[in-house]
C-alpha cells in the first residue's frame, strides 16, 4: 500500500438510541401522575415547576423524560419514561400546593401510578404544623 488508509467497514458501524431516546420511540410509559382540582390561576407555575424538575432531571440522565400530557377541564394528566420522575414531579407539587398525594407501585414491575387532589380551598390549605406530609400514602397494588 502506498499510504492510503483503508476506510472501516460500513457494517462495523451501527448507530444506536440513548435509553431515553428508545424509550420515546417505542412510547414506553413507566409513570402516569394525575392532578386534579387545581385552579386555573396556578396552571402557568404548575407548567414552568414541572418543566424545571423534567429538565433537571433529564440532565441528570436522559431516561427521565415527560413522553406525554393531556389537559381536560380540572385534571391533567402527565406520562413519564421513568417511575422516579413521576414521584418526584408528585411529591415536588404536593409539597408546593398542599393536596393528598396517592401513589400505587404495580408489584413486579418498574411502573408507579400517581393521583394528587389539590386542597379544598374552603380551609386554609395543607396543615402549618406538618405542611401537608402527613397526607402522603404509599399503597402497594
Given at each position: 500500500?502506498?499510504?492510503?488508509?483503508?476506510?472501516?467497514?460500513?457494517?462495523?458501524?451501527?448507530?444506536?438510541?440513548?435509553?431515553?431516546?428508545?424509550?420515546?420511540?417505542?412510547?414506553?410509559?413507566?409513570?402516569v401522575?394525575?392532578?386534579?382540582?387545581?385552579?386555573?390561576?396556578?396552571?402557568?407555575?404548575?407548567?414552568?415547576?414541572?418543566?424545571?424538575?423534567?429538565?433537571?432531571?433529564?440532565?441528570?440522565?436522559?431516561?427521565?423524560?415527560?413522553?406525554?400530557?393531556?389537559?381536560?377541564?380540572?385534571?391533567?394528566?402527565?406520562?413519564?419514561?421513568?417511575?422516579?420522575l413521576?414521584?418526584?414531579?408528585?411529591?415536588?407539587?404536593?409539597?408546593r400546593?398542599?393536596?393528598?398525594?396517592d401513589?400505587?407501585?404495580?408489584?413486579?414491575?418498574?411502573?408507579?401510578?400517581?393521583?394528587?387532589?389539590?386542597?379544598?380551598?374552603?380551609?386554609?390549605?395543607?396543615?402549618?404544623?406538618?405542611?401537608?406530609?402527613?397526607?402522603?400514602?404509599?399503597?402497594?397494588?
Amino acid at each position: 500500500m502506498t499510504g492510503r488508509h483503508r476506510a472501516p467497514d460500513a457494517h462495523l458501524l451501527e448507530w444506536t438510541l440513548c435509553a431515553g431516546c428508545d424509550r420515546v420511540r417505542r412510547g414506553r410509559i413507566d409513570g402516569v401522575l394525575t392532578l386534579s382540582g387545581l385552579a386555573e390561576a396556578y396552571r402557568d407555575e404548575l407548567s414552568r415547576m414541572v418543566r424545571n424538575i423534567a429538565v433537571e432531571a433529564w440532565l441528570d440522565d436522559p431516561v427521565h423524560r415527560i413522553l406525554g400530557s393531556c389537559a381536560e377541564e380540572d385534571e391533567i394528566i402527565l406520562e413519564t419514561t421513568s417511575p422516579w420522575l413521576a414521584e418526584t414531579l408528585g411529591k415536588a407539587i404536593r409539597r408546593r400546593f398542599g393536596g393528598n398525594l396517592d401513589v400505587r407501585w404495580s408489584p413486579g414491575a418498574d411502573f408507579a401510578r400517581l393521583h394528587w387532589q389539590a386542597p379544598s380551598r374552603a380551609g386554609q390549605g395543607p396543615c402549618r404544623q406538618c405542611n401537608g406530609r402527613a397526607r402522603l400514602r404509599h399503597v402497594r397494588t
